[in-house]
């Protein structure tokens, strides 16, 4: 069908003379509205806005025992503790994303704490929990949950 050939290049040049065109004044930018997103509080700083406290994060999980700890303890730096506490990994300046925290330990292994603030059940002790968490040490991922709390 060769009209419809015929029309593809027509109405892209007719697109690009639209788009050329300019008026005598610009046209103001529309305002964009971002949805409102649950905020990952940073065990950094405050707040100073609002002049709310920094939260602290600590998540821990099972088989094997671990626990991670985020602003604990006047402690900025994410703290580390895998196989029931036998090896500590500490990361003095994590950077914080929007899902988490991550950065290298002392001895140069990457370490990242994700969260995803949804309800999680312990699966052990059955407790409730703030957030599900999944922590990344070296090529090792482990879950478990966590919650939030003042430092």
């Not at 099972?62 to 703290?79: I, K």
């Not at 003095?92 to 292994?109: C, S």
Request: negative net charge.
């Amino acid at each position: 069908m060769r009209p419809s050939l015929f029309l593809l290049p027509t109405l892209a040049v007719v697109a690009l003379a639209v788009a050329c065109q300019s008026g005598n004044e610009p046209a103001a930018p529309a305002a964009v509205v971002q949805p409102a997103a649950a905020p990952v509080a940073s065990p950094a700083s405050a707040d100073t806005a609002s002049g709310t406290a920094p939260q602290a994060f600590r998540a821990t999980g099972n088989e094997p025992g671990w626990l991670a700890q985020v602003g604990t303890d006047g402690h900025v730096g994410l703290r580390v503790e895998v196989d029931h506490g036998q090896t500590t990994y500490d990361v003095a300046a994590p950077t914080q994303g929007a899902d988490g925290w991550a950065g290298t330990a002392t001895d140069g292994t990457p370490v990242k704490l994700s969260i995803e603030r949804v309800p999680c059940q312990d699966t052990m002790s059955g407790d409730s929990f703030d957030a599900k968490a999944m922590l990344t040490v070296g090529a090792r991922q482990l879950h478990g949950c966590g919650s939030f709390s003042a430092p």
